[in-house]
């Protein structure tokens, strides 16, 4: 068992936990002023994408799958695992997600594509660097493409 506490936290954007339409939606990340000042965010403006680690607070014990499904149900998708998909009803209720980096001031970084609504509690945020990206093409099945397009 660990502890892990929160930096900050997601403040507008969208407010309904769903799995679609964060693609355009802008949001702040506010950084916790007890334990940060805006030094820790010097240089983040520099990046296009930043990654955000999240929690998916607003998802119920009840709500969490630990089987296989169809990617939003889906019927024309295969049953695939939890881990094999990327929705919000995971059993850790961490989410990750890669978002453009719009302006940073002061503990605030304002962002676009957020997969996360506010309030949420903000674990990590980390640039995307091109050198950490996969160098070999990614492989995805028809189904994945087709849910983001």
């Given at each position: ?19 679609d ?37 607003h998802?119920?014990?009840d ?57 949420s ?29």
């Open positions: 068992m660990f502890t892990i506490e929160a930096v900050g936290h997601v403040r507008g954007g969208r407010d309904v936990p769903e799995d339409s964060w693609g355009s939606s802008r949001a702040r990340i506010e950084l916790d002023a007890a334990r940060f000042t805006p030094a820790a965010l010097t240089g983040l403006d520099a990046f296009s994408h930043m990654e955000v680690v999240f929690v998916f607070d998802v119920g014990e709500e969490v799958t630990f089987d296989a499904s169809r990617p939003r149900g889906n019927e024309a998708w295969p049953k695939v695992g939890n881990f094999a998909q990327r929705g919000k009803n995971r059993p850790s209720r961490i989410g990750v997600s890669v978002c453009c980096v719009v302006r940073v001031e002061g503990l605030s970084v304002e962002v676009e594509g957020l997969d996360a609504i506010d309030g509690p903000v674990l990590d945020i980390k640039p995307v660097m091109s050198g950490f990206l996969p160098r070999e093409e990614v492989r995805e099945p028809d189904w994945a493409r087709e849910i983001m397009a």
